[in-house]
C-alpha cells in the first residue's frame, strides 16, 4: 500500500470486511522484556481477547512477532479463536518469510495475524499514522477503542492519535513503562508532558492489570457506550 487513499481499496483486496467494531492494540513490542511479556499474558488472553470476541471484533495491530502482538497472536491461536488480526507494519521493518531483512534490526512477522498489511517505511513508528488510518477505514462508523499495555516512545505517538482520532483509549495500569507513565499522570497531573497530555484527555480511561474481568468490561463498556451514542 503506498498511499493512505489506498486504504480502502487494499482492504477489499485482502477479504477484510469493513464496518466492524475495531480494537487496537498497542504497546510494547521489542523493547518489552520477557518477564514483563509473561506477566501480561493474562491481561491478553482474559481481558482482551473475551471482549473482541463478544463484539465479533476486527483487532489491529503493529503485527511483529514481539511484545503485546506477539501476545495477542499466540492467545487467539491457543483459543481457537476466529476473529481477523490485522497487523499492519513498516515494510523497511519487518522481514518477510522468504525474503530478505531490509534492515539489522528487522523483525518478524507474528505467524498467527490473518492479514499483515505492509506500508512505506524504514523506521519503527513509520507505521502509526498507517495504523490509524487502517482502524478508520476497517470501523467505516462502527465503535472503535484502543488499548494500550505498557509501551515505549512510540506508543506515546499510538496514543496521541487515538485520542485526536476521538477513539477512546485504554491504559492498561501496571503494565509498564508509557502506559505507566499515563497513568501516573492521571493520579499525580504531572510527569512527561505526552503522559500529561493523553492522560488528560477525555477519551482516556485508566484500568488496572491485575484485573483482567474489568479490563474485559473497560473495552466492552468503550464499544457499547459509542454504539448507543449513534
Known amino acids: 500500500m503506498s498511499e493512505h487513499s489506498d486504504v480502502a481499496a487494499t482492504l477489499t483486496r485482502m477479504g477484510i470486511d469493513v464496518g466492524r467494531a475495531v480494537v487496537v492494540v498497542i504497546g510494547g513490542a521489542g523493547g518489552m522484556s520477557d518477564d514483563a511479556a509473561d506477566g501480561l499474558t493474562d491481561v491478553v488472553r482474559d481481558g482482551v481477547l473475551p471482549a473482541v470476541e463478544r463484539h465479533g471484533a476486527t483487532v489491529i495491530d503493529g503485527g511483529t512477532d514481539s511484545g503485546v502482538m506477539r501476545l495477542i497472536g499466540r492467545a487467539r491461536a491457543a483459543a481457537g479463536a476466529t476473529f481477523l488480526l490485522v497487523g499492519v507494519a513498516a515494510e523497511g521493518t519487518v522481514t518477510v518469510p522468504g525474503g530478505q531483512a531490509a534492515q539489522d534490526d528487522a523483525a518478524a512477522l507474528e505467524p498467527h495475524h490473518t492479514h499483515v498489511i505492509l506500508v512505506p517505511g524504514t523506521q519503527w513508528g513509520d507505521e502509526s499514522s498507517w495504523i490509524a488510518k487502517v482502524a478508520g ?3 467505516g462508523g462502527e465503535p472503535s477503542v484502543t488499548v494500550l499495555v505498557n509501551g515505549g516512545p512510540i506508543a506515546f505517538d499510538d496514543a496521541t492519535r487515538s485520542v485526536a482520532d476521538g477513539r477512546s483509549l485504554l491504559v492498561v495500569a501496571g503494565s509498564g513503562r508509557a502506559a505507566d507513565a499515563i497513568a501516573d499522570a492521571r493520579t499525580s497531573g504531572g510527569g512527561e508532558r505526552n ?34 451514542g449513534r
Open 195 to 228: 503522559a500529561v497530555t493523553i492522560a488528560a484527555s477525555p477519551f482516556t480511561e485508566i484500568v488496572a492489570l491485575d484485573d483482567p474481568a474489568a479490563v474485559a468490561a473497560a473495552v466492552s463498556g468503550a464499544l457499547e457506550r459509542q454504539e448507543a
Open 137 to 139: 477505514a476497517v470501523a
